[in-house]
Structures are given as C-alpha cells and as structure tokens.
C-alpha cells in the first residue's frame, strides 16, 4: 500500500511563511511526478505546482514568484516552501503523485489527506 502524508500546514500572518511536506511512504516502485494541489470548501481543486522526477517545475500563475517546489528522490518527500503569504492562499493543501507501486507495477495516482493553510489579514 502507498501513503501520502502532508505536514507543515498552520496558521500564520499575511506576509509570513511556510515550508509544507509530503512524504510518500508504502511499496513504492517509482514516482514520477508530484504536485501540490489546493482547495477551498466550495471551490474546485487548484493546481499550485508540479515538479517531475528530474526536478522540471511549474507554478499557477496565483503563486509564481512567492513559492518554490522542489523534492528529495532519496526520502521520496516533495516540499513547497510559500512566502510572502496573502490571506486568498487559505486552503487545503493536498499532496499528489504519480506512483508505480510494487504490488501493482502500473502507475497510479495517489493523494495526501490535505493539510490546513491559514493566512490571517
């Protein structure tokens, strides 16, 4: 079995910062690529970044130039530190990941439980 596990989420002032986790963990073959995902009660799910298993990014055009994506392949464990964060960045942020695991050998997509962002004005 695959786990995503998120952490690093809380609470924090308009301007602040910070550095979310998610490790993957499980009978892992392979992973491909990772993304953070967030959402808000009501609205759909948005893309915040990606970043392929040779470190190649992206970013939603609401987060470029405030946050980094990066990833350590030896823990299997994505990050995304935010600065410069604006209370509209209050969300759920999920963990996603492209997966081969060792029980299936086919890729399958796997997500996190979501941890809580909250940016106080």
């Known amino acids: 079995q695959v786990q995503l596990v998120e952490s690093g989420g809380g609470l924090v002032q308009a301007g602040g910062s910070l550095r979310l986790s998610c490790v993957a963990s499980?009978?892992?073959?392979?992973?491909?690529?990772m993304r953070w995902y967030r959402q808000a009660q009501g609205k759909q799910r948005e893309l915040v970044a990606s970043?392929?298993?040779?470190?190649?990014?992206n970013y939603g055009d609401s987060v470029k130039g405030r946050f980094t994506i990066s990833r350590d392949n030896s823990k299997n464990t994505m990050y995304l530190q935010m600065n410069s964060l604006k209370p509209e960045d209050t969300d759920v942020y999920y963990c996603?990941?492209?997966?081969?695991?060792?029980?299936?050998?086919?890729?399958?997509?796997?997500w996190g439980q979501g941890t809580q962002v909250t940016v106080s004005s």
């Open positions: 970043v392929t298993n040779i470190g190649n990014t």
């Open positions: 499980g009978n892992i073959f392979s992973i491909r690529d």
């Open positions: 996603n990941a492209d997966i081969v695991s060792t029980t299936t050998m086919r890729w399958g997509a796997y």
